[in-house]
């Protein structure tokens, strides 16, 4: 006889929030739309390529995120509680098989993920370095807390920037479609 647990709504909406590819897909989305939006209202403004380039740094660690907690996530696990803690602290492996844990910001670690499903190239990581800054202080605050978090070269421009990361979002919106595809 086969056993079949039952979930409740409010379970069911939880792990589809978190594994799902939906939840985070649509919030990257929205978040570059909004990107999108705001840099084309005053493309002179030099504060407004901060507010860009940080809004693409969340989207494209959304959806790298996305990628790779739906990859993990297997329809056996029906409990919220324990998924929910093995999430805190889940590892995933780099393609140097360097341990990453999923609540990272460093959007190198992400896209350097073994099985994320699409090819980045070592510029683009280059550049993914400095979009992880805009995320974590050069989007909000004129310095960093850490000294050493100062660049010591310039950086490339922001159409490089710009271009870098609309390529990857493509990519990485791409696989959630062909991971999306798989699941129907």
Same mark, same amino acid.
């Given at each position: ?16 929030? #978190? ?7 649509? +919030? ?41 907690? &739906? ?5 056996? #696990?029906?409990?919220? #509680?324990? +998924?929910?803690?093995? @999430?805190?602290? +889940?590892? +995933? ?13 460093? @959007?190198?670690?992400? &896209? ?32 960093? @807390?850490? #000294? ?37």
């Amino acid at each position: 006889m086969a056993s079949i647990r039952i979930i409740n709504h409010e379970t069911w909406l939880y792990l589809r929030g #978190i594994v799902g590819i939906d939840g985070w897909a649509n +919030f990257a989305i929205a978040l570059k739309a909004y990107a999108d939006s705001r840099h084309n209202i005053s493309t002179e403004n030099p504060s407004q390529d901060l507010v860009y380039l940080m809004l693409m740094g969340y989207a494209l660690e959304d959806l790298a995120k996305c990628i790779i907690a &739906y990859k993990a996530y297997t329809p056996a #696990i029906t409990d919220v #509680i324990p +998924f929910e803690e093995k @999430l805190k602290e +889940f590892e +995933f492996d780099r393609d140097d098989n360097k341990k990453c844990k999923l609540k990272t910001h460093d @959007l190198e670690d992400l &896209y350097r993920a073994r099985d994320l499903g699409l090819y980045v190239s070592n510029q683009e990581i280059d550049h993914l370095k400095i979009l992880s800054s805009y995320t974590l202080w050069r989007g909000r605050y004129p310095v960093p @807390l850490d #000294i050493a978090k100062m660049p010591s070269s310039p950086d490339p421009s922001f159409e490089d920037l710009s271009k870098t990361a609309t390529s990857i979002y493509e990519r990485a919106m791409a696989e959630v479609e062909r991971l999306r595809s798989l699941r129907s």
